[in-house]
């Protein structure tokens, strides 16, 4: 039997690839909460017509493991289910940063970067002169930072405005100590190797076409009809909190057991077995395990045999985010349509962004706001224990000041999510390599997935259960 430790989006698809690929028993899942989704959190009023989501709200159709969970959504028969929003749509083409005073729209299209768009005081066309004129660094790099790549390569303001704010929105964490290889390792590789960006992708797009390399895998499906039909970002209808719950009934159905309220305290590797300890006392034993929880959590309980690997997890850092939503019986209350803002980090406001959910997805005549904060900066504004009312007022005066809503709204949530997105921090990516090498090296019948290793969204962890599973499946090296 295989066990799964915890029952958000990643352990669920690690559960549904073991029971696709017929992986012997149907194994078991053991979630510390008394509900399915982890950090996906959809909070719906039938009666008012509006959705709350806490965490992640939107999914990108494109790229490899866009494809997969496109799969995976069609496997579990949600396709029908799906609501896209096309590239043509005002949430896909308007998005904004708030910085030297006013809202800023981003460029959509070539014509934005040829001319000169606030913040910015230069074309952004002069950030690639830049790169294709600098030089090479003077040694070559394992790693850096992200804000310090951007910076050596495209300018300064590219740095603080537009990859800033952007990590703001992806994992509310900051440019100067997050991984260039978290967002950018195609760029940062092409960079070491040939001395500039541009100049990289130019020699290896012509060595591509002289070697004639074949071309990708068609699309089928939902994937393809995301690629024919230009989704931009799309969700489930309802809620995201739709694809947890789906694939929970999927996996009941098919004998696999769910227990919620299961607190893993202690885990202990035999010679052919794993045993693991609840808050109760008891004791399971499983043939082999995967985690999807995060690596501090995982840490604690492998700490007492295994105290190296432990160390090792606890070194991936984790940052809180508030998230507030807020809705207002109006539908006139913004002053651009757009899919939100981001603010970077040199405004410094304790604001990390505001999404209109409103914007993106029909809420019935009410405007639907969701503003984040906190992230690398959240004792910085609100200390290690701030109240509910605290968070609320802070929001809602920043949402006034920038969006020049005055209202108090007619409901809201405020969320306070503690140690909720990893931060992949410079040498992620070593660190990762040699938590995998120790488990491979200890022989231990363990795998990983979930944010803490190869990406926090949800494409990511979705892919990278099934990665685990087939390792695991495999008898190679564990995840």
Known sequence: MTAILGAGISGLSAGFY????GAG??????????????WIRTERSAEEGYVFEAGPRTIRPKGPAAVNTLELIEEIGLADHVHPIISNHVAAKNRMIYAKGRLNMLPSDLSGVLKTVPPFT???????????????SKQQLEDESMYSFVDRRFGREIADYAVSSMLCGICAGDAKQISVN??????????QKHGGVIKGFLKE???KRQTNQKTKDPLAGLAKKAKSEKWSIYSIQGGLQALPDRLGRVLLENKCNILTERICQKIRFDKNNVQLTFHDQTTVSANQLISSIPSYILAEKLHEQHPELSKMLSSIPFVDVAVINLRYKSDNLLPEQAFGF??????????????????????????????????????????????EEQLLQVATEQIGNILNIRQAPDSYKVNLLRKCIPQYVVGHQKRVTQIRDYIADHKLPLGLCGASYDGVGVNDVILSARKCVDRLLNNDKLL
Do not use: Q
């Open 18 to 21: 073991l029971l696709r690929n």
């Open 25 to 38: 028993a149907a194994p078991v899942i053991y979630e510390a909460t008394n509900r399915l989704g982890g």
């Open 122 to 136: 230069k074309p952004l066309y002069m950030a690639g002169f830049r790169d294709l004129f600098a030089r090479r």
């Open 182 to 191: 978290f967002l950018m390792k195609s760029l940062f590789e092409v960079e």
């Open 205 to 207: 797009t012509m060595a």
């Open 342 to 387: 981001l603010v970077p980090p040199i405004e410094n406001l304790p604001i990390l962004g505001v999404i209109f959910d409103s914007c993106c997805f029909d809420m019935e005549g009410n405007t639907v706001l969701t503003a984040m904060m906190g992230g690398a900066w959240f004792e910085k504004w609100f200390g290690s224990n701030p109240s």
